[in-house]
C-alpha cells in the first residue's frame, strides 16, 4: 500500500491532484479549512473533475486540520499568500521526516514553508497546468501541461513520481527548479502586470512591445545578478512566444483581478522588486510596473500585497 497522499487545500490544482491520484487508486486524503468546510463536502458525492467536457466524481476522505492521524507527504496547493499559514496549522502533525510538495507560483513562499520546517524535504514544483473551479468541489482541467518537480537539497527523485505516473500527471524531476521557478516568475512579471494595466487578453500587449521589451531586458537583468543567467536567456523571445500562443487568454493576475480575488503578486512582481533592491539593482521600469499595479489594486479594494 502507498503511502497517504494529504492535499492541503480543495481548490483548482489541489483537485485537479486529487480526483486524478484517487483515479489512480492512490491514497488521498483532503485537508479543509474548518468543520463547516467539511460538512458542506460531506453533503454531496465527492470531488468533480471535468476533463474534455466529461465529469466524474471520485469520493475522496476529507478532514479538517485537527484529525489526530500523522502526515508523512502533503501537497499544499493553496495560493502562495496561504502556504505558510495552513502549513503551521498542521505542523504537529507531520512526521520528522514528512515531504512536502508545494505547488505554489512564484518565489518566496517555498522558502518561507521550507525555513518553518527545516527536517523536512521540501520539493518545489513549477506547473503549467491549468485548471479553474465551475463549482463547489468541482474543477475544470482547462489546460493540459507539464509539472517539474525538484529539491534544491537533494537532486534524488524521489519514488513516489511512480504515483504521479501510475495518475497520468505529466511530470519531471527537474535538478534545476529554482531556474524553472525563476523564469515562470520572470514571464509572469513580463506578461500579467501589463494585462491588468491595460485591461487586455494577453494578445493585446502586442500593442505594447516597446514595454514589453523594456521590461525583459531589466528582468533578463535581474536573473542573471541573482545568480539565474539560464533562466534569462531568450526571455524576451519566449515572452513574445507566449503572448502570441496565448493570446485569446486572460492572464491568471487578470483573472484574480476581474473576480475580486487577492492576488499573488507579492510573490511575483513584489519578489522580483526586492531582489533587485537587495542587489542594489537600479530596474526604474520594473519598479514603476509594481508602483502602477499596487494602484490599480487599491482602487479596485483589492490587497495590494
Ligand atoms: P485556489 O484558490 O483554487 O485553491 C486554493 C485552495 O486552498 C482554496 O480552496 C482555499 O480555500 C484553500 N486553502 C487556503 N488556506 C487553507 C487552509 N488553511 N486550510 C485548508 N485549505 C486552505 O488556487 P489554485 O488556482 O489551485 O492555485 C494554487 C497555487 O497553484 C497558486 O500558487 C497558483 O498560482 C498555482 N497555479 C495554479 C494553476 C491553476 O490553473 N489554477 C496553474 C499553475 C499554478
Ligand atoms: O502563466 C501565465 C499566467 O497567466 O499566469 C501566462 C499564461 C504564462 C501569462 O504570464
Redesign the pocket.
Known amino acids: 500500500m502507498s503511502i497517504t497522499w494529504h492535499i492541503l487545500g480543495a481548490g483548482s490544482l489541489g483537485t485537479l491532484w486529487a480526483t486524478r491520484l484517487a483515479r489512480a487508486g492512490v491514497p488521498v486524503r483532503l485537508i479543509l479549512r474548518d468543520k463547516t468546510r467539511l460538512a458542506s463536502y460531506q453533503a454531496g458525492p465527492g470531488l468533480t473533475l471535468v476533463e474534455h467536457g466529461i465529469a466524474h466524481t471520485y469520493p475522496v476522505i476529507a478532514e479538517t486540520s485537527d484529525s489526530p492521524e500523522p502526515i508523512q507527504r502533503l501537497l499544499v496547493a493553496c495560493k502562495a499568500y496561504d502556504a505558510q499559514g495552513a502549513v503551521a496549522q498542521l505542523q504537529h502533525r507531520l512526521a520528522p521526516d514528512a515531504e512536502l510538495i508545494l505547488l505554489q ?1 512564484g518565489l518566496g513562499s517555498q522558502d518561507a514553508v521550507a525555513a518553518q520546517l527545516p527536517l523536512a524535504r521540501c520539493i518545489f514544483a513549477s506547473s ?1 497546468e491549468g485548471a479553474f473551479r465551475d463549482g463547489d468541489w468541482r474543477v475544470v482541467f482547462a489546460g493540459h501541461g507539464y509539472t517539474w518537480l525538484g529539491d534544491v537539497g537533494h537532486p534524488t527523485p524521489p519514488l513516489w513520481l511512480e504515483d504521479l505516473h501510475a495518475a497520468g500527471i505529466p511530470h519531471d524531476w527537474s535538478t534545476d527548479i529554482l531556474t524553472r521557478l525563476w523564469r ?1 516568475l520572470a ?2 512579471c ?3 502586470p501589463l ?1 491588468v494595466l491595460y485591461q487586455c487578453r ?1 494578445g493585446g500587449l502586442q500593442a505594447h512591445a516597446c514595454e514589453v521589451a523594456t521590461l525583459c531586458a531589466e528582468l533578463s537583468e535581474l536573473l542573471e545578478c541573482c545568480g539565474q543567467p539560464a533562466a534569462a536567456q531568450d526571455l524576451h523571445s519566449e515572452v513574445t512566444r ?1 503572448i502570441e500562443a ?1 493570446a485569446a ?7 484574480d483581478v476581474a473576480n475580486a480575488r487577492r492576488t499573488e503578486i507579492s510573490y511575483l512582481l513584489g519578489y522580483a522588486c526586492q531582489a533587485a533592491a537587495r542587489h542594489q539593482l537600479n530596474l526604474p521600469h520594473l519598479q514603476q510596473l509594481q508602483v502602477r499595479l499596487v494602484e490599480q489594486l487599491r482602487v479596485r479594494g483589492l490587497p495590494q500585497d
Open positions: 507560483n503549467t515562470k514571464l509572469n513580463a506578461i500579467n494585462t494577453n507566449v496565448t487568454n486572460y492572464s491568471s493576475m487578470y483573472q
